[in-house]
């Protein structure tokens, strides 16, 4: 794809570029289900500069080659051993499967791609560059069930993600898929 440029990101360095990618943010997450409006975009870069802290953070950005500007971006961090990530699930799942220490699990917090960019396979460039050299067990990550998310669902099912439960991380939240992705042991 040679009208995308991708780069990674890790630790202090993902943390500083938040502006780099902050408008595809607003004009994706402004799109339905969403509809996010400026309060929700505030509590987004509250949430981003604590989760930038994260061990193990990584951010990828997908840039337009002709004009560098940002069209899609993931990112995550290792779940460290005191996560509550599991506690949210409607139906609880064994202890061996929730049990984390820092290197077990991968947490993707993002994945988005501007409307006029989709079905490109830039996407799947920001998944395989995000998750490219990690030495974990598996990936995790929530999503909007369907039909909301039909297109995310379909891309998640054909990189090998399976639904181990329905999430409802607080209050005011949807609910949404908890998915995982066990990584080949060739990859650890």
């Keep these: 794809m040679s009208d995308v440029e ?15 990618f902050l408008a595809a943010y607003e004009e994706i ?16 870069i509250d949430r981003y500069r604590v989760q930038a802290q994260r061990p193990g953070m990584r951010l990828v950005l997908a840039r337009d ?24 699930m409607q139906e609880p799942l064994p202890e061996h499967f929730t049990s984390e220490d820092g290197t077990r699990t991968f947490v993707i917090i ?14 799947t460039g920001l998944h395989t560059t995000l998750l490219d050299g990690l030495t974990v067990e598996r990936v995790t990550l929530t999503m909007r069930p369907e ?19 329905v999430s409802h991380p607080w209050e005011e939240a ?11 042991s060739a990859a650890r």
């Design 174 to 184: 949807p609910y949404y898929d908890a998915m995982v992705l066990t990584l080949p």
């Design 147 to 165: 039909p909301e998310a039909e297109p995310a669902q379909a891309a998640y099912a054909a990189w090998g993600y399976e639904k181990v439960g």
């Design 110 to 123: 993002e994945l988005a791609v501007r409307a006029a960019w989709r079905r490109r396979g830039v996407a």
């Design 65 to 88: 080659a002709a004009d560098g500007n940002a069209i899609g971006f993931a990112f995550g961090y290792l779940l460290s051993a005191d996560t509550q990530w599991w506690q949210n």
């Design 6 to 20: 991708f780069k990674r990101y890790e630790g202090r360095e993902a943390a500083h570029r938040l502006d780099a």
């Design 29 to 44: 997450y402004a799109e339905p289900p969403y509809r996010e409006g400026p309060r929700d975009v505030a509590d987004f």
